[in-house]
C-alpha cells in the first residue's frame, strides 16, 4: 500500500536512530562531567523541594524563603531545581544572606524558569543526571507541598536511603496539614501490608516550619556529617 514503508527502509531508519543514541551517549556523559566538576567545590548543600507553584503571598514560600536564610545562618548551602515557587523562595533567603544559592535548571515546556537568586546556575537536558546532582552533594533534603514532581523526588531520596545506596541523610517535610494524609495512608497501606518496615518511617521527619527543619539538620549533624555518597571498591 502507498505510504507504508518498506523493509529497507524500516531497516535504514533503525540504523540511524542506533547512531543517534550512540551520540547521545557522549551528550550525557559531557553533561554529567560538567555538573560535578562545577558542583564538586560546594560541601555542606541541603536540596530543597517542592512546588514550582507556590506563589510569594503563601505561606510555605514565605516559609521556604526562611529556610533558605536560616539554613546559611547555620553554614549551609542551598541547592533548589532553580525555577519559580518553592524553589525560588530557598534560593532567595539564601541568596539574601549571602550565602551559596545553587539551581539546577531543566529546560520544560511550562513552568521553569531560571529564578534571579542564585549564586551557581546549571542548566540540564536530562532530568536524570539533574536528580543525581540533588542528592550526590546534599547533606539534607527539605521537601515542602509541591505536585508530581516534588512526590518523585521525596520517593526517589526515601528509596536511596531505604536501599542503602546513599548513605542516611535527613529528610524533612515540611507542612504537617499537607503531608498528614499522605503519612497516615503509608501507615494504613503499606506498612500494615507489609510492603515497607517499620523501621522505614523513622527515614523521614514532618515539621510545620522552618525553624524546625534546620534544628532538626542540625541535631541530625551534631556528630559529624559523613559523605552522601557510598563509593563501593
Known amino acids: 500500500m502507498g505510504g507504508n ?5 524500516l531497516n535504514f531508519i533503525h540504523q540511524q536512530m542506533q547512531i543517534g ?18 558542583m564538586s567545590r560546594y560541601k555542606m548543600l541541603v536540596t530543597v523541594f517542592g512546588s514550582a507553584r507556590t506563589k510569594p503571598e503563601e505561606l510555605y514560600y514565605q516559609e521556604a524563603e526562611k529556610l533558605g536564610r536560616i539554613l546559611v545562618e547555620n553554614k549551609y548551602g542551598v541547592l533548589t531545581g532553580g525555577g519559580g515557587g518553592i524553589m525560588e523562595a530557598a534560593n532567595k533567603g539564601a541568596f539574601e544572606a549571602k550565602g551559596v544559592s545553587i539551581g539546577l535548571n531543566i529546560d520544560l515546556p511550562h513552568e521553569q ?18 536528580k543525581v ?15 508530581f514532581g516534588t512526590l518523585d523526588e521525596l520517593s526517589e531520596s526515601l528509596t536511596l ?19 498528614k494524609p499522605m503519612l497516615n495512608w503509608i501507615d494504613e497501606y503499606l506498612l500494615d501490608n507489609n510492603l515497607i518496615s517499620e523501621p522505614d518511617k523513622e527515614l523521614y521527619h514532618l515539621v510545620d516550619s522552618a525553624e524546625e527543619a534546620v534544628n532538626y539538620i542540625v541535631k541530625c549533624h551534631q556528630f559529624g556529617i559523613q559523605n552522601t555518597v557510598i563509593y563501593e571498591n
Not at 543514541?21 to 562531567?33: C, G, L, P
Not at 542564585?118 to 539533574?130: G, H, N, P
Request: hydrophobic share 45%; with cysteine; glycine share 6%.
Open 133 to 147: 546532582c540533588f542528592l550526590k552533594y546534599a547533606v539534607g533534603a527539605v521537601i515542602f507541598p509541591g505536585g
Open 161 to 179: 536511603v531505604q536501599t542503602k545506596k546513599i548513605n542516611r541523610i535527613p529528610i524533612v517535610l515540611v507542612g504537617k496539614k499537607f503531608w
Open 113 to 130: 524558569h531560571p529564578n534571579p537568586y542564585q549564586t551557581l546556575d546549571l542548566s540540564f537536558r536530562y532530568f536524570f543526571i539533574r
Open 5 to 9: 514503508c518498506n523493509y529497507d527502509e
Open 21 to 38: 543514541d550512540t551520540w547521545r551517549i557522549f551528550r550525557i556523559m559531557a553533561e554529567f562531567v560538567e555538573s560535578f566538576e562545577s
